[in-house]
């Protein structure tokens, strides 16, 4: 069932809209309760970055993308963004206080 829902999803990424049966559909983010809660944990660190125009997205699920060093990084959790911010001293300084 997750691989249709994420078909269908993609094809009204990719036409801008989408028919059922010659009728068209309207899509709506129907997030969980957990999904939104973890998509709430990123907001912090989404508003330093974007105040430092790396210019960061949040991703279905709940993931955080940015554009670091001329290259698209994705983080699913805290931790492998922690993780990554250790090895460079500039984006440390920036999340400092916020991870």
Known sequence: ?????ERIL???REKQS????GAPMRLSADF???????????QDIFKVLKGKS????I??????????EGKIKNFSN???????????PILKEILKGVL
């Open 10 to 12: 993609e094809a009204a």
């Open 32 to 42: 969980s309760t957990e999904t939104l809660q973890a998509r709430r944990e990123w």
């Open 78 to 88: 805290e931790q492998k963004l922690q993780e990554y911010i250790n090895t460079k």
């Open 18 to 21: 989408i028919n059922y049966k």
């Open 54 to 57: 790396v210019q960061p997205r």
């Open 59 to 68: 991703l279905y699920p709940a993931r955080i993308s940015s554009k670091l």
């Open 1 to 5: 069932m997750t691989k249709v829902k």
